[in-house]
Structure formats: structure tokens, C-alpha cells
């Protein structure tokens, strides 16, 4: 149980132009979802926490209007990088956590992102 | 400012003894703390997880130890395995019901057979 699952894996874009990505819980439900960038050989750090229902709190320094988060179902979060410049190449991870019964969160296998 | 650190980014250890990867921390807020496990693209697996009331926390063969006095974690694997090899992280969690995730840096371990 507690499957996280992300979509695309791996995305390749131009300059300029939009990507979204799902992160869904298959076998649970999450009210609060996290995402989180990292870079090649350092941590995760916290972009977003996503509420079902409500807007997504950012960190201090993440541009809410670049990374649109979207959490429109108990099931379901979007992250939606706007306007992407090769800065922006990343890996995203995506984590969940269930409305009740853990205290951990699940995470997604990671979506690789490459702007040229 | 790093609040959870894990000093030694790399360590090596023979397959059959123990390894220990240690994490400080400095925000005394934190009330729970976890280990992840994580292999090269792809996402953090869950290993272990501690309480700040608890001092010890055991599950097959890992076991957590935490020193709230000196704001130190640790994870012991024994025996070790070769597919331990992976990148380990700390994670503290700030009390104050936002469940928010302070990771450290890692530690990439690395079994030898």
C-alpha cells in the first residue's frame, strides 16, 4: 500500500513553453501533498505543500505564478511549470500524505525535467 | 541556513557489519524524524521513523537512535548488504502541524560485497 505515482517520468521542452506534471496516490488518500525539487547531488528542498481544496502554500523564494500547483481531488496534484527556461531543469518528487493512519509521507518516483 | 545536517556525504562499509549514518539538527521544534532511502532517479522509499519522546526505535535491521540533548540522530544497519547501497537521508518534521519536511544532504552508502 501507499503508492505514489507520477506522470511523466521524464519530459523533455523548449524554452518557453509549459509543463505539467500529475502526481496521484493510487491505494490512498492525501488531503496534503508535497513537492520538492532536487538538484544533482544535493537534497530535497520543499517547493509547495498542496491542500486539497485550497491554494498551495510556497516556500520563500518559489514563484507561485511560475509553479502552479493544482490539488483538485483527494487523489490528485498538478504541478505546472510555466514558461520554463533551462534553469528549471530538475528532477521534481512529488510526496503525499494519507489523510489518516501514517505519519509519513509517500513519495512519487520523480519526474526529470530538461528545458533547452 | 542548514537545520538538519549530514555531515559525511559519503561511506563505505563491508558487506556483514554496521553501518552508521549520523544527522544533527538544530531547530529543538522538531518532533519527529525520519530515514529515507534513495537509489539515483527515483523517489525517497521510507525506512524508519522516530518520535522526539522516544529515544530508540528498532525495525528488522535498522534502528534509530536520537539524542535530544545534542540534537543527533543516527541509523544503524546491521549486517549491512549490498543492496543497502543507496543515497540515505534524514528528514525532521517541524511541529507545528503543517507536517513540512526538513531534509539533510545525504549520505550515499555504499556496501561492499
Known amino acids: 500500500g501507499a503508492v505514489v505515482s507520477q506522470h511523466p517520468s521524464r519530459v523533455i521542452c523548449k524554452s518557453g513553453t509549459s509543463v505539467k506534471i500529475e502526481c496521484r496516490s493510487l491505494?490512498?488518500?492525501?488531503?496534503?501533498m508535497f513537492w520538492y525539487r532536487q538538484f544533482p547531488k544535493q537534497s530535497l528542498m520543499l517547493m509547495a505543500t498542496?491542500?486539497?481544496?485550497?491554494?498551495?502554500?510556497?516556500e520563500q523564494g518559489v514563484e507561485k505564478d511560475k509553479f502552479l500547483i493544482n490539488h483538485a481531488s483527494l487523489t490528485l496534484s498538478t504541478l505546472t511549470v510555466t514558461s520554463a527556461h533551462p534553469e528549471d531543469s530538475s528532477f521534481y518528487i512529488c510526496?503525499?500524505?494519507?489523510?489518516?493512519?501514517?505519519?509519513?509521507?509517500?513519495f512519487g518516483p520523480g519526474t526529470r525535467l530538461t528545458v533547452l | 541556513d542548514q537545520q538538519v545536517k549530514q555531515n559525511s556525504p559519503s561511506l563505505s562499509v563491508q558487506e556483514g557489519r554496521i553501518s552508521i549514518l549520523n544527522c544533527d539538527y538544530t531547530?529543538?521544534?522538531?518532533?519527529?524524524f525520519l530515514w529515507y532511502k534513495k537509489y539515483p532517479a527515483e523517489g525517497p522509499t521510507f525506512l524508519i521513523s522516530?518520535?522526539?519522546?522516544?529515544d530508540k526505535n528498532e525495525d528488522g535491521r535498522f534502528t534509530v537512535f536520537l539524542n535530544k540533548s545534542a540534537k543527533h540522530l543516527s541509523l544503524h544497519i546491521v549486517p549491512s548488504q549490498p543492496g543497502d547501497s543507496a543515497v540515505y537521508f534524514c528528514?525532521?518534521?517541524?511541529?507545528?502541524?503543517?507536517?513540512?519536511?526538513?531534509f539533510g544532504t545525504g549520505t550515499r552508502l555504499k556496501v561492499l560485497a
Open positions: 510526496s503525499a500524505l494519507p489523510t489518516s493512519g501514517y505519519n509519513e509521507q509517500f
Open positions: 528528514a525532521a518534521r517541524e511541529g507545528s502541524g503543517t507536517y513540512k519536511y526538513i
Open positions: 498542496s491542500n486539497e481544496g485550497s491554494k498551495a502554500t510556497y
Open positions: 491505494d490512498f488518500q492525501a488531503t496534503t
Open positions: 522516530i518520535s522526539s519522546i522516544k
Open positions: 531547530n529543538s521544534m522538531f518532533d519527529y
